[in-house]
Each structure stands twice: as structure tokens, then as C-alpha cells.
């Protein structure tokens, strides 16, 4: 019973969402599949908040290493949550929008969550220099090859490929870094990601058969 | 002022690395506080000394300026907030820049959210750009705000063809019905174009594939740098154009403010990031040379 339920209902859950692609009268059934899933993904906010609390909570309780991090983790959540379900000092009431101006959701995402986020995505800069400097080496010809592309596009990126290019006459214009950068995205790049594309595109057909038939049943905490 | 800063940030950065270039020669390897401090020079400086280039938009970016450009005021535009916070800074330039545009063109715009976190920035949009900037705009007739739905693909397959069976009000709680600017339209299909800003998932490349290109809507993105090489294989027919990192925010503002002069004094964010973005490159461009100059010499001298 703990398997043929699920796997009845991945059967024709996904034999629905098939046939609503290739034939129109099956259309609704997989807008109505896909409204279940909204609904389900609703919980999947629940699962994340019980999970956080639950991983932190630990934490806290038995006060291990930098369990003061996860207080302000918990503390955070709460606060937010009391602020987005209560709508604290929102101007249009509890009916309001959660993000009205002035209200305190809103005030803690612009001055506190937003600037932190950046901040965050901010030292990714750091990192990347210094991983550049320690790993992007010539060490053979493929890698070689790679710190070219990188060149040509960390310049592309820039008005400077253009300014330190530009005398190139019109005739030659593929030699001008910008073009160069654009030709090296249009068309190295579009090979290879179409390549991957393609190969994942055919795994996940063949992953998708395997679970819609039941032969993959590993998800289900089942051996082959 | 410019010229000052570029001169003294160039010396500044370029004398560190010089120095740095001694050091590898001599076999040393440059310690990673040393990177950093270079890379915090190389993006402070041009910002405290206002450093600018001048943009020219590539044909991508064109692309979607001239879609926009081209269709008749009153067209319908949707703009999809799909990041957050940490993705604001590269990405909010370009929802900014097409928010202005589509309002300037007289474009009905329809601000929705397939991520939590969007929903705010939305908000923050709205309040910052839309009421201060252009307050002969009234909402619900020249544009709205949906907000933010969970299930993210899922949203898409249901909007495609039923807005009102996903959303029955706005973000205020108000009926669908009841706004002037959801009179017959009933799906996703009866959007001139769609646009998607973000560089996750859900985000540019769902919206192709969920929307766009099974619905045949026009659809443009706008994306963090690291997420632009995985949307290229998409355009130009599934996707329209893309504005790739900030240098694609920084070519649509630079078109925009050639184009309408009442832009000539709006705030340029992407514009003006490209200053540390170009400074910020040539140091990691230098310290990957330098890195080699250090390894080659250290492998000569092992062998």
C-alpha cells in the first residue's frame, strides 16, 4: 500500500500532464494539476519555517557552537512573520497589501533585509578575485583556452573593449572585443549550452518515463 | 572631478599592481587580503569619484528597447519581478528602466511576482518610481500590481490560460473584475509582450518555456551576468532580448536617456556601476596574469 499509492498517483498525475500537452480536450487537466500544485507548494512556506525553526531551535536548546546566530535567526523569523501576519503598523489595516509603504514588513525589507542581501551578494566580488588569481592558470592548452575566453569577455563586459578596439576599421569589426565577446557567447557558448541543454532535456524525458511507469522507485526509499 | 578620479584611481590600482607584479616576479605569492583590498579600491574609487562611460547598446539590448518602442501606447506590457534582495543591485536597474519606459510610451503595465520576495520590491517600485515620477498614471486603469503567487511554474501553467483562476484581486485585495485594466483580458496570451527580471528559478528561462513559447508571446528578460550565457540559446525567437548583467542595464538606460529627454536627469544606477564593474574587471584581469606570471615562474624553478 505505501508504494502503489504513490506510485498510482505519480501514474496518473503524469500521464494527465502528458496528454494535456499533446492533446487540447486534456488542457484543463493540467491547469487543474498545476493549480494542486500551487497549492501544494503553499506548504512547502510551512515545511521551510518548521524545518528553520526546528534545526536552529536545536541549536539554541543545547547551546552549541554559535548558537547566538541562530537565536538572531529565529528572532528574525518571528518578527518578520508577527510583522507580514498582523500587518503591523500597515496604514491600510489588516486588510491591506503585507508591502504597503509605511507598514513594518515593508520598513524591515527595504533597511534590513534588502541592504544584508546585497551586502551578502556583494562579497561574491571578493571571492571571485581571489579564486581567480589562485586557479586561473595556462596550465595546458584546454585551460589556455578558457583564460582567452575569460579575457575577451571580462573586457566585453566593458566600455574599455570597446574605447582600446575601436580603431579597428568596419571591415575587421568581428576583431573588436565587444564582437568578440558577442561572437563567443553566440556561438561557442550556444553550442555547448545547447549541447547540455539537449542532453538534459533527454534525461529528464527518460527519469520522467521511468517514475510515470514505477521503475524508478528510488524516491520512494526503495532498492532496485 | 571625473578625469581627477580616473587619474588617481588608475595611479592608485595601477602602482598596487606594478608592486604586486615585483613581488610574483621574485617568486611570491599575493596573499588574499591583499586581492581584497585591491577589488574594494577597485569599486569604491569610480564611486566616490563619480567615474562614468559612455553606453552604446549592443543588438540584444536593442532588441527589446525597439519592442517596446515600437508597440502602440496602450499596449499591454507585464513585468515579472522574479529576485530578491540579493540580486537587486545588478537587476533593479533594468525593472527600473522599463518601467519608465513602458509608462513613457503609455504602455499598460501589469506588475506581478513569481518569487516572495518580489512582492516588495514591486511595492518599493511602485511607490519610488511610478507615483513620484509619473503621478498622472492611475492605478488600476494605466497599471497594477498582482503581487506574488507560490508554485512558480505552476503559476505560469494556470495563467496561460486563466488569470482570474490564480488571481482573483490584487495585492489591495481588490476584484480582478473591477479593474479598468483587466477589461478583456483573460490570460496570459492577450499580453503584447512579457518580460521577466531575475536570474534564479523561477525566473527568465521559465518564462520562455511556460509562457513565451507555448503561448507565442513576445517575451524579454533581464537577468544577473552569470545567468545571461544560460539564455542565449533561446534568442532571438523564443526570447526577444536580454539584458545581461549591469552593462545591459547600462546600455537600456544610456538608449533611454538618448532617446527621451525627460530621462536626461533620472538616476542612472546601471550607468553609473559600470565605473566599478570596468575598474573591478582589470584588477581581476591583472591578478589572473600576475597569478600566471608567479606560477610559471615557480614551475621553472621546480623543474
Not at chain 1, 579564486?131 to 592548452?141: E, I, L, V
Not at chain 2, 569610480?46 to 517596446?68: C, H, M, Q
Request: proline share 5%; aromatic share 12%.
Amino acid at each position: 500500500m505505501r508504494r502503489t499509492v504513490p506510485l498510482t498517483i505519480t501514474f496518473i498525475v503524469g500521464t494527465g500532464l502528458i496528454l494535456s500537452v499533446f492533446f487540447p480536450p486534456f488542457e484543463t487537466v493540467g491547469e487543474d494539476f498545476s493549480l494542486f500544485f500551487d497549492i501544494i507548494a503553499v506548504f512547502a512556506f510551512f515545511l521551510g519555517g518548521g524545518n528553520l525553526l526546528r534545526v536552529h531551535g536545536t541549536r539554541i536548546q543545547k547551546k552549541r557552537r554559535d548558537w547566538g546566530y541562530s537565536f538572531i535567526t529565529v528572532a528574525g523569523f518571528f518578527l518578520m512573520l508577527a510583522a507580514g501576519l498582523f500587518k503591523l503598523w500597515n496604514p491600510g489595516g489588516i486588510t491591506a497589501d503585507v508591502t504597503a509603504p509605511g507598514s513594518l514588513f515593508q520598513l524591515m525589507y527595504n533597511w534590513v533585509f534588502n541592504p544584508l542581501g546585497a551586502t551578502m551578494y556583494a562579497l561574491l566580488a571578493f571571492y571571485v578575485a581571489s579564486a581567480s588569481y589562485r586557479a586561473f592558470r595556462a596550465k595546458n592548452s584546454d585551460a589556455t583556452i578558457l583564460l582567452v575566453a575569460a579575457f575577451i569577455i571580462l573586457l566585453g563586459r566593458t566600455p574599455l573593449g570597446f574605447y582600446a578596439t575601436s580603431w579597428i576599421p568596419d571591415s575587421f569589426s568581428l576583431l573588436q572585443i565587444p564582437n568578440l565577446a558577442i561572437w563567443v557567447m553566440t556561438s561557442p557558448n550556444l553550442a555547448g549550452q545547447r549541447a547540455i541543454m539537449i542532453g538534459i532535456a533527454l534525461g529528464v524525458v527518460s527519469m520522467s518515463l521511468r517514475l510515470i511507469l514505477g521503475v524508478e522507485r528510488t524516491h520512494l526509499g526503495v532498492e532496485e | 572631478m571625473s578625469s581627477v578620479g580616473l587619474i588617481i584611481s588608475l595611479f592608485i590600482i595601477g602602482a598596487g599592481l606594478l608592486w604586486l607584479l615585483i613581488l610574483s616576479l621574485t617568486g611570491r605569492e599575493v596573499e588574499r587580503r591583499i586581492v581584497f583590498l585591491f577589488i574594494g579600491l577597485a569599486v569604491s574609487v569610480p564611486l566616490l569619484f563619480n567615474i562614468t562611460f559612455s553606453e552604446r547598446a549592443t543588438p540584444i539590448v536593442l532588441d527589446v528597447f525597439d519592442k517596446l518602442e515600437d508597440l502602440p501606447p496602450g499596449s499591454k506590457v507585464l513585468l515579472s519581478y522574479d529576485y530578491g534582495p540579493s540580486m537587486a543591485p545588478e537587476v533593479e536597474p533594468m525593472s527600473n528602466a522599463f518601467l519608465r519606459h513602458s509608462l513613457a510610451k503609455g504602455h499598460k503595465l501589469y506588475l506581478m511576482a513569481l518569487w516572495a520576495t518580489g512582492q516588495s520590491l514591486v511595492a518599493t517600485a511602485v511607490d519610488s518610481i511610478i507615483k513620484r515620477e509619473f503621478p498622472d498614471k492611475v492605478y488600476g486603469e494605466d497599471y497594477v500590481n498582482i503581487g506574488f503567487k507560490a508554485g512558480g511554474t505552476g503559476v505560469l501553467n494556470v495563467i496561460i490560460t486563466d488569470f482570474r483562476k490564480m488571481y482573483l484581486t490584487d495585492v489591495d485585495g481588490l476584484d480582478l473584475d473591477s479593474l479598468f485594466i483587466f477589461d478583456g483580458v483573460k490570460s496570459l496570451r492577450d499580453m503584447d509582450v512579457l518580460i521577466s527580471i531575475g536570474g534564479g528559478f523561477p525566473g527568465v528561462k521559465e518564462w520562455v518555456l511556460f509562457a513565451g513559447a507555448p503561448g507565442n508571446i513576445p517575451t524579454a528578460g533581464g537577468c544577473a551576468a552569470v545567468s545571461a550565457p544560460l539564455l542565449y540559446p533561446y534568442y532571438p525567437r523564443q526570447l526577444l532580448g536580454l539584458l545581461g548583467g549591469i552593462k545591459g542595464a547600462a546600455e537600456y538606460e544610456s538608449e533611454l536617456k538618448k532617446r527621451y529627454p525627460r530621462f536626461e536627469t533620472m538616476p542612472t544606477p546601471g550607468i553609473k556601476m559600470m565605473g566599478p564593474q570596468t575598474l573591478a574587471h582589470l584588477v581581476v584581469m591583472a591578478f589572473i596574469v600576475i597569478g600566471n606570471i608567479s606560477y610559471f615562474i615557480s614551475r621553472r624553478k621546480r623543474s
